[in-house]
C-alpha cells in the first residue's frame, strides 16, 4: 500500500545541463536514468532480430507516461519510468555514405563513456570513406591550387551546417527533444513533407553508396582474380596502355580507352595462352565479375540480422591507414613532379584553375557528409560541453586526411612521360594489377566493403520497409524484391557506368543539398524568425548557402 501512495512525480534534481541525448543503455541502479523513452523505428536501427523493443505492456505504459509528462513542464525531468517499461540494451550503429556502419556504446542518461580523444575519432572513423580514392581524381578536375582551396572551404562550409545540425534541437522550446534525431526536426518544422523528403534523400545516399561499393568491388574483386591467377601460372603480363618503367610502374588506363580498362593485356612468357585467353573471356572487370558478386552477397542481404558483419568495422579503419602508408611510399619512390600553370594547360600539366571544379566540390559534398547521423555520434560524449570542439577537430582532422592523399597522389603522379590527366577516379586503377602494395590495398578495401554493404543494405531495408510496412522485415519476397532493386542497380553500374567520382558527385551534391545546405540552413533562418531575431546578414548568409547548394548539384549535370 505504501506504494500506492508514493507520488506519480518525483524530483530528480541535476543540473539540465548535464542531460544527454537520446538515452537508450542505462544503469538500473541509478534512478536517474529511469526517465520517460521513446525510440522511433525509423531513426533507431536495431542489429538484432526483428521482434518488439518492448513487450505490448511495456508499450502501452510508456505512452501513458508520456501522456503525463505532458501534464508537466517541459523543463521537470522528474518523470521516473518503471523498470519494466524500459527496453533492453540495444545496439545501435550509424553509418556514413560510402564509410562505415559505426557501432555507439549508449551512455547513461546523459552521462557518456567515452573521452573527447575517442569521439573525435569515431567520428573520423566514420566520415572516412571510398571517396578518398576519388580525392586526387576531384583535385585534378578542379587544379592544383583550386582544389586544395575547395577542399579547405567546403570542410569549413560542412562543418559550419552540421554544427547547425547538432544545434538544431535546442533551438526548439516547450518539446522535449532529447531522443530526437534530425529527421525529427525536420518533421517537426516541415510536416510529412520534412519526414518523407528526409527518407527519400536519406535512401539517395544509402543506395549511392551500395551502388558505388559494387563497381569498387567488382574492380578490386577483378584485379585480386587477375593477380592471383598469374602469380599461380607463372604468368607475366603487361598492360597495353602507357605507364612508366621501372619498378614502381604508374599507368595510364584512359589513354589506351575511352573506357574504363578491361583485360587488354599481352602474355610474354610461360604459361597456356589458351587457358589465359579463356581465363579473360571470363574474368571481365565489367561483363562478368559484377554478376559474380551476386551469388555472395545477395543471399547476405536477406538476412534478417547483419549484427555479426559489424564485428569487422575496424578494416575501414585499418584500410584507411595502409592507403595513406601507400600513398606516401609511393610518393617517396616517384617523387614531386609539379608546374604551375594558371590558366593554361599543357601536355603533361592541367591549370591552377579548371572550369570543371564543381565535380570536385559534389565529391567534397559527400566526402564530409556525416549530417544525419553527427547527433547519435556525439550523444556519447562525457563532457558534452566539448561536443562543438570535438567535431572541429574531427573535421579538421579529415580534411587533413583528403588534403594529405589528394596533394601527395597528385604532385607524385609522373608527369613527364605521363599527364597528369592520367589519374584515374580510383587513383588505384593507376597501378598495375601485379603491384603488391596495391594488391594488399585492394584485398583489404574488398573484405571490408563485403562487411559494410550488408549493413548498408539493412539500413536501406530498415528505413523504407518500415516506412510503408511497419516492419523491416514484413516478408521475404519484400525484401528479396527490395535487394534485388538495389543489387540490380549496382550491377547495371558497374556495367555500364563505373565511374566511381561521377557516382559519387551525383548522390552526394544530391542528399548534400537536403541534409547539408538546405535543410540546416531553412531550420535556423525559422527559429530564429519564430524567436523574433532573425537578422539580415543571417538571412543573406543562410539563403547563399541554400542558393550554393543548388547550384553545386545543377553543375553536377552541366559539367
Not at 9 to 16: I, R, T
Not at 314 to 320: D, E, I
Not at 412 to 440: A, G, H, R, T, Y
Request: aromatic letters at 14%; hydrophobic letters at 45%; a neutral charge.
Amino acid at each position: 500500500m505504501e506504494e500506492d501512495t508514493k507520488p506519480i512525480l518525483v524530483p530528480v534534481g541535476g543540473d539540465e545541463s548535464n542531460y544527454g541525448i537520446m538515452n537508450i543503455q542505462f544503469n538500473p541502479e541509478d534512478y536517474k536514468c529511469k526517465r520517460p523513452f521513446h525510440v522511433e523505428p525509423t531513426n533507431i536501427v536495431s542489429v538484432n532480430d526483428d521482434m518488439q523493443r518492448v513487450t505490448d505492456e511495456a508499450s502501452a505504459m510508456n505512452k501513458r507516461i508520456h501522456y503525463y509528462s505532458r501534464l508537466t513542464s517541459p523543463a521537470d525531468r522528474a518523470l521516473i519510468a518503471p523498470d519494466h517499461v524500459l527496453p533492453a540494451p540495444d545496439e545501435i550503429y550509424v553509418y556514413s555514405p560510402l564509410g562505415t556502419a559505426f557501432k555507439v556504446d549508449s551512455c547513461t542518461d546523459g552521462y557518456g563513456k567515452n573521452s573527447s580523444l575517442v569521439t573525435i575519432f569515431m567520428i573520423w572513423n566514420t566520415m572516412m570513406g571510398t571517396s578518398i580514392l576519388s580525392i586526387p581524381w576531384g583535385i585534378k578536375q578542379a587544379g592544383f591550387t583550386s582544389g586544395i582551396i575547395l577542399i579547405l572551404l567546403m570542410g569549413i562550409l560542412t562543418l559550419y551546417c552540421c554544427y547547425r545540425v547538432v544545434k538544431s534541437r535546442q533551438m526548439i522550446s516547450l518539446t522535449d527533444t532529447s531522443n530526437w534525431e534530425f529527421p525529427d526536426v525536420c518533421k517537426y518544422y516541415f510536416g510529412s513533407f520534412g519526414q518523407w523528403s528526409s527518407l527519400l534523400f536519406s535512401m539517395v545516399s544509402l543506395v549511392g553508396a551500395m551502388v558505388v561499393y559494387w563497381v569498387l568491388m567488382s574492380n578490386f574483386l577483378f584485379n585480386t582474380g587477375k593477380f592471383i591467377y598469374n602469380f599461380v601460372h607463372d604468368i607475366n603480363v603487361t598492360d597495353i596502355v602507357p605507364g612508366t618503367n621501372g619498378s614502381n610502374k604508374v599507368i595510364c588506363p584512359s589513354a589506351a580507352s575511352d573506357h574504363p580498362p578491361q583485360n587488354r593485356t599481352v602474355m610474354f612468357s610461360s604459361g597456356n595462352r589458351t587457358g589465359f585467353e579463356l581465363f579473360e573471356e571470363w574474368w571481365d572487370k565489367s561483363k562478368t565479375v559484377p554478376f559474380y558478386l551476386i551469388a555472395v552477397l545477395l543471399p547476405l542481404l536477406n538476412l534478417k540480422s547483419p549484427s555479426f558483419f559489424a564485428k569487422f568495422n575496424v578494416l575501414g579503419t585499418v584500410s584507411v591507414v595502409y592507403l595513406v602508408f601507400l600513398v606516401t611510399v609511393k610518393a617517396a619512390h616517384l617523387g614531386m613532379h609539379l608546374e604551375f600553370n594558371w590558366f593554361t594547360e599543357n601536355e603533361f600539366f592541367v591549370p591552377e584553375f579548371r572550369i570543371l571544379f564543381p565535380q570536385l566540390t559534389g565529391v567534397l559534398t559527400l566526402a564530409f557528409f556525416i549530417h544525419n547521423c553527427v547527433i547519435t555520434l556525439l550523444q556519447n560524449n562525457r563532457n558534452q560541453e566539448n561536443n562543438v570542439r570535438d567535431l572541429s577537430i574531427a573535421y579538421f582532422l579529415v580534411g587533413l586526411t583528403y588534403l594529405y592523399v589528394g596533394v601527395i597522389i597528385f604532385a607524385s603522379f609522373p608527369s613527364p612521360p605521363l599527364s597528369k590527366e592520367c589519374i584515374e577516379q580510383n587513383f588505384l586503377d593507376n597501378f598495375p594489377s601485379d603491384d603488391i602494395m596495391s594488391f594488399v590495398a585492394r584485398i583489404f578495401l574488398l573484405f571490408q566493403m563485403m562487411t559494410v554493404y550488408p549493413l548498408l543494405g539493412y539500413l536501406a531495408r530498415v528505413q523504407l520497409l518500415r516506412q510503408f510496412f511497419g516492419s523491416a522485415y514484413p516478408s521475404l519476397f519484400h525484401v528479396l524484391i527490395l535487394n534485388l532493386a538495389i543489387v540490380g542497380a549496382g550491377v547495371a553500374m558497374a556495367r555500364f557506368y563505373p565511374n566511381i567520382g561521377g557516382i559519387i558527385r551525383y548522390s552526394g551534391a544530391t542528399c548534400g543539398l537536403a541534409f547539408v545546405f538546405v535543410y540546416p540552413s531553412l531550420i535556423y533562418m525559422i527559429s530564429l524568425h519564430r524567436a523574433g531575431q532573425l537578422t539580415w546578414p543571417a538571412r543573406i548568409i543562410h539563403i547563399s548557402i541554400i542558393l550554393l547548394g543548388l547550384a553545386n548539384l545543377i553543375a553536377q549535370f552541366l559539367l
